[in-house]
T-cell receptor
Framework: EAGVVQSPRYKIIEKKQPVAFWCNPISGHNTLYWYRQNLGQGPELLIR????????DSQLPKDRFSAERLKGVDSTLKIQPAELGDSAVYLC??????????FGPGTRLTVL | AQTVTQSQPEMSVQEAETVTLSCTYDTSENNYYLFWYKQPPSRQMILVIRQEAYKQQNATENRFSVNFQKAAKSFSLKISDSQLGDTAMYFC??????????????FGTGTRLTIIP
């Protein structure tokens, strides 16, 4: 069984530029999560989807971050414009009905 | 709000020895899930073991086992016969069960474990 797939693995951009991350969850998993992990810390939830509905986006900085999960499968997380403080690892995870979460390899974003 | 504390930033142990990683948490809930995740340098967060709070029996997965003390709000991870591949960052995490409307993982700050050959 394929795991959670994320791309790209690495991204380096100049500040004020836009960036997008893509996630394909484990087949059949209806719940999808985006986490941000700052250096030396544990991940923190940005947004949680159940199917195509964002059910918890309370920690998503909505002035510059947006996300979508069309058709309840793949998801895209976007930052526009990026700031220096956005440098982090962005992790996608999925679960079946809110059970144990399985993570993808993450995208390391560097904003210069 | 729930909090998770890992008081050991770094640990090291000789290969084949046993090591125990500590985790404490704070919650007013009675039913919840606890997890240990492993994050090697490749960055992928790998689920090691899970424990449901309503289960009194400690979870085990091969060389990994937990000591779950609900009253003390303690959830330690024991790794037996440690291997070089166990070298990684280990995160303890808390989550409310499904259908409680708060199914996000709350992580500790992690313990960096190094297995010495």
């Amino acid at each position: 069984e394929a795991g959670v797939v994320q791309s790209p693995r690495y991204k380096i951009i100049e500040k004020k530029q836009p960036v997008a991350f893509w996630c394909n969850p484990i087949s059949g998993h209806n719940t999808l999560y985006w986490y941000r992990q700052n250096l030396g810390q544990g991940p923190e939830l940005l947004i949680r989807y159940e199917n195509e509905e964002a059910v918890d986006d309370s920690q998503l900085p909505k002035d510059r971050f947006s996300a979508e999960r069309l058709k309840g499968v793949d998801s895209t997380l976007k930052i526009q414009p990026a700031e220096l403080g956005d440098s982090a690892v962005y992790l996608c995870a999925s679960s079946l009905q809110g059970d144990a979460q399985y993570f993808g390899p993450g995208t390391r974003l560097t904003v210069l | 709000a729930q909090t998770v504390t890992q008081s050991q930033p770094e640990m090291s142990v000789q290969e084949a020895e046993t090591v125990t990683l500590s985790c404490t948490y704070d919650t007013s809930e009675n039913n919840y899930y606890l997890f240990w995740y492993k994050q090697p340098p490749s960055r992928q967060m790998i689920l090691v073991i899970r424990q449901e709070a309503y289960k009194q029996q400690n979870a085990t997965e091969n060389r990994f086992s937990v000591n779950f003390q609900k009253a003390a709000k303690s959830f330690s991870l024991k790794i037996s016969d440690s291997q070089l591949g166990d070298t990684a960052m280990y995160f303890c995490a808390f989550m409310m069960p499904p259908n409680f409307g708060n199914e996000k993982l709350t992580f500790g700050t992690g313990t960096r474990l190094t297995i010495i050959p």
